[in-house]
Structures are given as structure tokens and as C-alpha cells.
């Protein structure tokens, strides 16, 4: 019978700065996508909300933020109730009627849209709210899965760079 001899092999150690920048790397990739969306929803606007993206590595999870300080598109996005809107600096609104607006609820983009026709004048109107496009929702749920898939080919690129790709 022969002898059988079997040596341990210790793997070389994953190299920490190598992961961590693969992480980054991977969580400004997402992220930068994720802002075209988000730029795609406002593409026909006159005044564009600017998106701001913030990457974190931190207590062990890769997380990114894409925010806007944009009330306006808050109030599109998140929609709005009935309420009453009177005049700030004039005595009296003005605005046209019959419009279309540039959003509608549940589609990522933006269209041209329609003034509508007018001008009508009013001390105050009763606005019946706008309902939510629901923007942030979409593409948070369009994003989930890409998102995992991406830090995990990012580890593997960082694992590759230590020595250990398969």
C-alpha cells in the first residue's frame, strides 16, 4: 500500500483595502445609476431638482442614499392632500386650466406636458392634492436585486485581487 501525504493549504488573507475599494467602487456604480433614474423623472422639467448621492462602508454594510432638498419634487413624488391655495404676493392667482401634467403615477419619466388654456384669475382655489408618483418606491424595488448582485461581484473582484479567484 502507498503512503498518502496531504499538506494544509492556508489560503492567503483577503486584503482589506482591496475590498473596501471594490465596495465603494461598486456601491458609486449603483448609485450613479440609480441618479439617472431619478433624473429621468424630472428630464422635462423647466427648474430640475439636483440629486446628491452619499456611499457608506460603515458597522459592516454598504449602503448609498440618493436625496434631493427639492420640496417640489417631494410634493410629486409623495403626492399631496386637498388644500387651499391663496395668493402670497398678489392679490389675486393666476393660472390656466385644462393642463396635463409632465408625470403620471407609476412611470419613470417625464413628457412635455400641456399648460391648458387660460388665464383664469381667483382670490383662492380648493386644490384637490396630487396623487404620489411613487418615483422613490420604483425604483427603490427596480434597484433591490441589482444592487445585492453588484456587492457581490464586487467581493468577488476583491477576492480575485487577494489571490483567491475561482
Not at 396635463?100 to 407609476?106: A, D, I, M
Request: aromatic letters at 6%; proline letters at 5%.
Amino acid at each position: 500500500m502507498g503512503v498518502v501525504k496531504a499538506k494544509a493549504l492556508k489560503p492567503k488573507a483577503l486584503k482589506d483595502k482591496d475590498m473596501r475599494l471594490e465596495l465603494l467602487n461598486g456601491l458609486r456604480s449603483i448609485a450613479r445609476q440609480v441618479v439617472k433614474d431619478y433624473e429621468a423623472t424630472t428630464s422635462s422639467w423647466k427648474n430640475k431638482p439636483k440629486f446628491e448621492t452619499v456611499v457608506s462602508l460603515k458597522g459592516g454594510e454598504a449602503a448609498f442614499l440618493v436625496d434631493t432638498n427639492s420640496e417640489i419634487y417631494g410634493y410629486v413624488d409623495q403626492g399631496t392632500k386637498p388644500h387651499i391655495i391663496r395668493p402670497v404676493k398678489a392679490k389675486v392667482l393666476a393660472f390656466n386650466v385644462g393642463g396635463s401634467p409632465k408625470t403620471r403615477p407609476g412611470v419613470l419619466g417625464s413628457t412635455g406636458g400641456s399648460a391648458g388654456s387660460g388665464p383664469v384669475f381667483a382670490k383662492g382655489v380648493r386644490h384637490p392634492g396630487t396623487k404620489a408618483r411613487q418615483f422613490s418606491k420604483i425604483i427603490n424595488e427596480k434597484w433591490q436585486k441589482r444592487f445585492a448582485s453588484e456587492m457581490i461581484d464586487s467581493m468577488r473582484r476583491a477576492r480575485a485581487k487577494s489571490g483567491h479567484a475561482i
